[in-house]
């Protein structure tokens, strides 16, 4: 089962930053924050990860609170092509563990 | 660098039927998984290869289910029979071993392929 928890749905203007929320109260010092996320009719697309630093990308930036359990991702100045839902995902970084995904938030950007 | 193939994108086949869905992975990497969206449900993991081998198929629904990775390159997902609550969107994606991508940092993330949609009728 996924240890994350996201909000169903968010709507952002066109252009503006885009801040998505992400619960992971159990997260095991091990683990990672991975975001992806799933546009519509194409696979789940990597975006960023990070430990416990904030950590930045061509994509997006992730915040990552001092005691690990709720990060942010910001897209800076979003686009209609940033429509999608974004996964955040609690993940051990050794290994190839698998990915387990949850409900996601479904990001609308509004022209 | 092409990135992760699925063949055939959709299949439509009727209850008792048999598909296969081919993957075909990013060259070089050695990490092999197939997950899957079912209707209405989240996407969930079936199985992860590496190289040729099985590491862990925790996720395999049940015996109708066989994956294969001969040779280690790319990988076949073969439903037989098929049943209707199989209908859904099978996703591949690889990676390559950790370590061993000249210390880009991403040798973890996943490259999914876009999918193969199969409806069971």
């Known amino acids: 089962d996924a240890k994350t928890t996201q909000p169903t749905s968010m709507d952002c203007a066109e252009g503006r930053a885009a801040n998505l929320p992400c619960n992971h109260s159990?997260?095991?010092?091990?683990?990672?924050v991975y975001w992806y996320r799933q546009i519509h009719s194409q696979g789940p697309q990597y975006i960023i990860h990070?430990?416990?630093n904030n950590e930045t990308n061509e994509m997006a930036s992730l915040i990552i609170t001092e005691d690990r359990k709720s990060s942010t991702l910001i897209l800076p100045h979003a686009t209609l092509r940033d429509t999608a839902v974004y996964y955040c995902?609690?993940?051990?970084?050794?290994?190839?563990?698998?990915?387990?995904f949850g409900t996601g938030t479904r990001l609308t950007i509004i022209p | 660098e092409a990135g992760v193939t699925q063949f055939p994108s959709h299949s439509v086949i009727e209850k008792g039927q048999t598909v296969t869905l081919r993957c075909d992975p990013i060259?070089?990497?050695?990490?092999l998984y197939w997950y899957r969206r079912v209707m209405g449900k989240e996407i969930k993991f079936l199985l992860h290869f590496v190289k040729e081998s099985k590491q862990d198929e925790s996720g395999m629904p049940n015996n109708r289910f066989l994956a294969e990775r001969t040779g280690g390159t790319y990988s076949t997902l073969k439903v037989q029979p098929a049943e209707l609550e199989d209908s859904g969107v099978y996703f591949c994606?690889?990676?390559?071993?950790?370590?061993?991508?000249?210390?880009?940092?991403?040798?973890?993330?996943?490259?999914f392929g876009p999918g193969t949609r199969l409806t069971v009728l």
């Open positions: 159990t997260i095991s010092g091990n683990e990672y």
């Open positions: 990070g430990l416990k």
């Open positions: 995902i609690v993940r051990a970084n050794f290994g190839n563990e698998k990915l387990t």
């Open positions: 994606a690889s990676s390559p071993t950790p370590g061993l991508a000249g210390g880009t940092g991403l040798y973890n993330e996943q490259f």
């Open positions: 060259s070089g990497h050695d990490n």
